[in-house]
């Protein structure tokens, strides 16, 4: 079954949207900030990339910043 939970989350993300891809990102106070997502952890917090060292994000903590 761990196994299983790998495998799952190696495909989800396969195509995370924006992974590896230097994005601007807002913190829920509002504070925007460049970061690079770099995967999921077990517990589904994202992993970003931000000032140089890795930040886990819980759901709705950062949203993407549309860019036109």
Same mark, same amino acid.
């Given at each position: 079954? @761990? *196994? +299983?939970? /790998? &495998? =799952? @989350?190696? +495909? %989800?993300? !396969? $195509?995370? %949207?924006?992974?590896?891809?230097? +994005? #601007? /990102?807002?913190? !829920? *106070?509002?504070? +925007? /900030?460049?970061?690079?997502?770099?995967?999921?952890? &077990?517990?589904?917090? =994202?992993? $970003?990339?931000?000032?140089? *060292? $890795?930040?886990? %994000? &819980?759901? @709705?903590?950062? #949203?993407?910043?549309?860019? &036109?």
């Amino acid at each position: 079954i @761990k *196994q +299983r939970r /790998f &495998d =799952l @989350k190696d +495909r %989800y993300e !396969a $195509v995370l %949207y924006w992974k590896g891809v230097p +994005r #601007t /990102f807002c913190h !829920a *106070q509002g504070s +925007r /900030f460049p970061g690079v997502i770099e995967g999921v952890e &077990d517990d589904g917090r =994202l992993r $970003v990339l931000a000032d140089g *060292q $890795v930040v886990l %994000y &819980d759901l @709705k903590e950062i #949203t993407y910043v549309r860019e &036109d």
